[in-house]
């Protein structure tokens, strides 16, 4: 049998082939640093090398001989940021129709689809969120269907090839959507689902039949064990990526705005046996942030990017403080190519509208909103997310407290190589689409 | 019905009845005015204007003293370009007033403002006090929320308009002040015509832009011929016109030169071909957008013509915005154009309009220019008189700000336009709080 006609043969036939680009010891001394872990540390010093951090600490923090010394005196140094949902190389710039990749909108379950196979790597946006500390982010499907595929975790750094971006062993995520975008594009056709529970009734079906899937498939290997003569059942795309949330390898990223949706999708996991790992949007998450963590579910969200919608309606700016006061794990998302360029300060809105009320969140607190929080989510918080030795150097300074409106990131390195330098033209990489362009890398100062 | 009257009732109360006389001392003082910044001042607001501002300014006898305790106070910020007031969620088409569907420039957005927006509140907790609503194509015009990967673009129904009629203008703008309880806040309807070219254009016109600049001289042309013989219209003596007889009447303050023609472009090109419009047409316009404007600088310097733009449009995002980049506000400014940074047009985030001047800021323009790039100049561009600034004899529409008003982590204090102070309260803050301390008492949160 090939292997494409067996699940189990190979599970990661597009494997990634990234590769560090080359970087040297390198110690910031004398920034400001906010780990990601709770702490800030002042006039501190951080020492990378091989790609990984070796040491993070005070001014006392010895720092090896031979180590490329970057004067962060005045300066903040924060993990690389995180951004848990973005559509870059799916939805690239320009916008054209023929390069609008990210909805396979023909059918609401299209859990055979993967993000991957439509990210264009010469997306410019890449570069634009790179110049703004993002280091690491999760490229999903869209929100038209119930199950819009699968996402995929990359590192940000130029290449020419997709599989050249894949963060290497980050779990795959599927996308699912609550809410109005299903019912309204498949309602508007006459077809299922058109409406809320209709939504509810399409998740259900479509788990029941990967159980189904699974359990012929287990049972065509428990008869090959014993040496049994079996056919093997044909294969599904779809259904190997719902056995993959039911075995737990692929976590369940869910866009759901309303606070009542998110309660019914979590009862439909437990009905069917699966973990749901993150909401995304989650607009009303500060209706339920007990509920999110006693379920140990994370949720994404924007500082105020609200009430464009009837389930965004009730979308406040202090949704991500309260909710993180009441214990649930908090991400501040982007799922745009402006804003994920700036995240840093959508966290700063977000932490301020729950300090306006007395929530007293601090910045070394907020900052795993953007970093060791959305890590988890993406199944990678072993690797990255936090300055903690050992950890990959994913690491950006700061011209100035990043939760500041005129903060810049000066300087990003990706396991520990320089990949953007807003004062070196050496470091400020094109991709080929901006070439001999008007705007030809014109972001730059 | 009696929870309306009610909610009527709790409306009125909530309503200040009349301006007392406040003075604002150990303020930092942003006038956006020629004074500058002022680091420690007063400021006194009296009959609904400012009667003193500056460094040696005291409390005068018997007003309302609040002490700043250091915080800022700015002018109230004014959306160059909105559709704040004329529409409540952008995605419930019955809730929008801020596009035609029918009608061309003959479209009047005034005739939907809704004094009792739950947007209008929240806006005023952005620091802003005046609007100025302007229409949008009915299909691909300015708007649009970018931020939910439903691939609305392709999936959206429309909102109206008939694909085989071109209606190229998009109608007349309003200007609008946001005071709670005030039921009439339009203080100016029909302050200019919002005309789409670009891409949008050429879309709208069939297709092509050299479609859409022609049918835009025609209507001028139109224009004039049906404000020199009315009558003949009338009577059915004319030539046939491409627009209505009510688009048609809009136009004639555009074409007379009494009204601006507000331009949505960004490519440098249709900029280009913007100005020249103007120039032979001898016609105002405002520019709005102008992704590429820091390509042609000079020329729009030149020909004296007023920017609205936002500061965080940086990505090639259509092939009409390839040179789209970050420190095109800092380039224009430098150039000597009259810049106004708008915010997104998504209604309940008016605030980035004040975090978008502090990007500008970030990427190159002057501090000291900044705040004037959302009050000052933004009066300055619409020909407000008598708001925008920090001046003896304006209107006392200022906000007192925690901290820096363009920083992430600053918010008002107070809020006043016409000199009354707003009420803080917003249906957001209302949810907020409802929320953010659960109840022992057992009662679902509907209760609190």
Known sequence: ?445 | MKRALLALAALALATPVSAETVAIINARLETAATAGTIPSGAIVLKDGKIIAVGAGVTAPAGARVIDAAGGTVSPGLIAPSSSLTVTEVEQVTSTRDDRSGKLSAGFDISYGVNPNSTMIPLARQTGLTRVVATPVLSRGGGDGHKHDDSGAEEFAGGGGGDDTEPMMFAGQAAIVGLAAGDQDPVVRARVAVTLDLGEAGARNAGGSRGAALVLVKAAFEDARAFARNRSAYDRGETREFGLSRVDLEALIPVVEGRTPLLVRVNRASDILQVLRLAREEKIKIILEGAAEGWLVAPQIAAAGVGVILDSQADLPDSFESLAARLDNAARLQAAGVTVAIMGSRDLNNMRQQRFNAGLAVANGLPRDQAMATVTANVAKIWGMTGVGSLVVGQEADVVLWTGDPLETTSWPKAVFIGGVEQPQSTRAFELRDRYATPSASGYPPAYQ
């Open chain 1, 1 to 445: 049998m090939a292997a494409g006609l067996d699940p189990a043969a190979r599970p990661d036939p597009f494997p990634s082939t990234y590769a560090p680009l080359p970087s040297r010891l390198t110690a910031i001394r004398g920034a400001t640093i906010l780990t990601a872990t709770g702490q800030q540390i002042d006039r501190g010093v951080i020492v990378f090398v091989d790609g990984k951090i070796v040491a993070v600490g005070g001014a006392e923090t010895v720092i090896p001989e031979g180590a490329t010394l970057v004067d962060g005196t005045g300066k903040w140094v924060t993990p690389g940021i995180i951004d848990a949902h973005s559509h870059l190389g799916v939805y690239p710039s320009p916008g054209v129709p023929s390069r609008s990749d990210g909805n396979e909108g023909i059918d609401p379950v299209t859990a055979n689809v993967w993000a991957e196979h439509s990210i264009w790597p010469q997306d410019p946006g890449f570069n634009r969120a790179r110049a703004g500390g993002v280091t690491t982010l999760q490229i999903l499907p869209g929100s038209a269907n119930l199950f819009g595929g699968r996402s995929v975790t990359v590192r940000n750094v130029p290449s020419v090839t997709m599989q050249g971006m894949k963060f290497p062993g980050a779990p795959y995520g599927l996308k699912m959507a609550c809410g109005e975008n299903p019912k309204r594009v498949y309602g508007n056709r006459s077809r299922a689902p058109a409406t809320a529970m209709g939504n509810v009734a399409g998740y259900r079906r479509a788990w029941i039949d990967a159980a189904d899937y699974g359990r012929r498939w287990d049972d065509y290997r428990a008869k090959i064990a014993k040496g049994e003569r079996a056919d093997p059942p044909k294969r599904d795309l779809g259904l190997d990526t719902l056995v993959g949330v039911l075995r737990g390898e692929i976590l369940v990223q869910n866009h759901c705005y309303r606070a009542d949706e998110m309660a019914v999708m979590i009862d439909v996991a437990r009905e069917f046996g699966y973990r749901i790992t993150m909401f995304h949007h989650a607009s009303e998450a500060y209706k339920v942030g007990a509920l999110l963590a006693k379920e140990g579910i994370c949720f994404a969200t924007w500082a105020d990017w609200q009430g464009f919608k009837m389930e965004a309606y009730d979308g406040i700016e202090a949704n991500a403080a309260i909710a993180f006061r009441a214990g649930a794990c908090t991400v501040i998302h982007s799922d745009d190519a402006i804003m994920t360029q700036r995240l840093n300060q959508e966290v700063a809105i977000a932490m301020a509208a729950g300090n306006r009320i007395g929530l007293k969140i601090t910045e070394a607190e907020a900052i795993a909103w953007i970093t060791i929080n959305p890590a988890k989510a993406m199944g990678i918080d072993g690797q990255t997310g936090s300055l903690v030795a050992g950890k990959r150097a994913d690491v950006v300074l700061w011209s100035a407290n990043p939760f500041s409106v005129y903060a810049q990131a000066d300087k990003v390195f990706i396991d520990g190589a320089l990949v953007y330098d807003r004062r070196d033209p050496r470091y400020q990489p094109k991709s080929d689409f901006e070439l001999g362009q008007p705007g030809e890398g014109a972001f730059h100062p």
